[in-house]
Each structure stands twice: as structure tokens, then as C-alpha cells.
T-cell receptor
Framework: AQSVTQLDSQVPVFEEAPVELRCNYS??????LFWYVQYPNQGLQLLLK??????LVKGINGFEAEFNKSQTSFHLRKPSVHISDTAEYFC???????????FGKGTRLSVIA | DTGVSQDPRHKITKRGQNVTFRCDPI?????LYWYRQTLGQGPEFLTY????????KSRLLSDRFSAERPKGSFSTLEIQRTEQGDSAMYLC?????????????FGPGTRLTVT
């Protein structure tokens, strides 16, 4: 069965500093990878996705992620964070696409002024 | 495109009562998913539909849980004889099956509290 590990449950970072949120997945077969963001009392919003092709994918709000097949990782990065980026971030994987997602436990990003 | 909507947004019920939640997907989406999210955890898959057919159910979905999508549009999730362990956020998502985008669009969720 698929599994996703988000290595950090909480990441505090100062405003305008860079941030990396780590994600590792278990599957060795072809996978589709996603990062979602959840603001308080809201549903999940897609930040970016990797389906195939270039291993560096760019998403909304200045976020990007790099797919590394050999390390089974899909880390999320942003070069300069804003207060408004404070939220919970979830990494998810699907092995067939358009099928149920398997989520990690989430990383709470807290941006400090 | 009005997005995925869920009703109610919050539900407080006493242990042993039955509850029903509704999800309205994006109108042209034929796939509909239910997930459950507890505090400090990521969403966990419960069940999903393609049109009116229920394609898969998770082992998390005990006999007390039932989901329907009778006309392939909105869906309902019913929990019978609620237990305190059912307290969670119930999330609904929809997607366009067959598309190559694979994006699931999530609703705002229904927060259930069982007292």
C-alpha cells in the first residue's frame, strides 16, 4: 500500500526567508504527486502537481516542488515566504491518477513577522 | 463553476444518533470522493463514486457508514449510531474522470462533533 511521510510536523520560519517542506513516498511504480494547502476552517486547495515530464514543477503562490524518483521524494519549496503562507500543507500520492489520494500527516508552516 | 459545496458545515450530535451529510460536486465532474480528517492527521480516504456507481470503499468505512450518489450528481454520507470516535472533519472532493489533470477539488468540509 502507498504511504506518504512528511518529515516535519511543524516548520516555523521568518517572513521573507526560504522554506522547504519535505515529503517522501513509498511506491516504486509510477506515481502522481500533489501538494495541497489548507487554511484554517477551509477545504484543501491544490498548490501543484507532478504527473510526468519535467521534474521541477511550479505552482501557485510562488511555490515549486522537485520530483526525485531515486530518493522517492517530492519536496516543496518557496524562496521567500509571506505571513499569508501560514497554513497546513499536505503531500499526497496517487498511483493511477483520478483515484483516491493517499495523504501525509501534514506540515504546519508558521511564518513569523 | 461554483465549486464543491457541503452541508452542513458543522454538526453536533449525541452519541447514538444518526447523521447525514450532503456533498454537491462541480457540475460536470463524474467522480466524487469522501475523506475523513481527524485532528493532526491528513485526510483519509473513505469511498468514491463514478457517476452513481460506488467504486471503492475503504476498510475505515464500517457498517455504520453508508454513502450514496443516486443520480450521479450530489452524494450523501450517513453515519448510524454515532460514536465519539466519529468526531472528525468529513471532506468531499470531485474530479473529472478520464481527464489528464487528475486534480481533485475539495469542498470546505463538514465538522462533526459527537458528544
Amino acid at each position: 500500500a502507498q504511504s506518504v511521510t512528511q518529515l516535519d510536523s511543524q516548520v516555523p520560519v521568518f517572513e521573507e526567508a526560504p522554506v522547504e517542506l519535505r515529503c517522501n513516498y513509498s511506491s516504486s511504480v509510477s506515481v502522481y504527486l500533489f501538494w495541497y494547502v489548507q487554511y484554517p476552517n477551509q477545504g484543501l486547495q491544490l498548490l501543484l502537481k507532478y504527473l510526468s515530464g519535467s521534474t521541477l514543477v511550479k505552482g501557485i503562490n510562488g511555490f515549486e516542488a522537485e520530483f526525485n524518483k531515486s530518493q522517492t521524494s517530492f519536496h516543496l519549496r518557496k524562496p521567500s515566504v509571506h505571513i499569508s503562507d501560514t497554513a497546513e500543507y499536505f503531500c499526497a500520492v496517487s498511483d493511477l491518477g483520478n483515484t483516491p489520494l493517499v495523504f501525509g500527516k501534514g506540515t504546519r508552516l508558521s511564518v513569523i513577522a | 463553476d461554483t465549486g464543491v459545496s457541503q452541508d452542513p458545515r458543522h454538526k453536533i450530535t449525541k452519541r447514538g444518533q444518526n447523521v447525514t451529510f450532503r456533498c454537491d460536486p462541480i457540475s460536470e465532474h463524474n467522480r466524487l470522493y469522501w475523506y475523513r480528517q481527524t485532528l493532526g492527521q491528513g485526510p483519509e480516504f473513505l469511498t468514491y463514486f463514478q457517476n452513481e456507481a460506488q467504486l471503492e470503499k475503504s476498510r475505515l468505512l464500517s457498517d455504520r457508514f453508508s454513502a450514496e450518489r443516486p443520480k450521479g450528481s450530489f452524494s450523501t454520507l450517513e453515519i448510524q449510531r454515532t460514536e465519539q470516535g466519529d468526531s472528525a472533519m468529513y471532506l468531499c472532493a470531485s474530479s473529472l474522470g478520464g481527464a489528464d489533470t487528475y486534480e481533485q477539488y475539495f469542498g470546505p468540509g463538514t465538522r462533526l462533533t459527537v458528544t
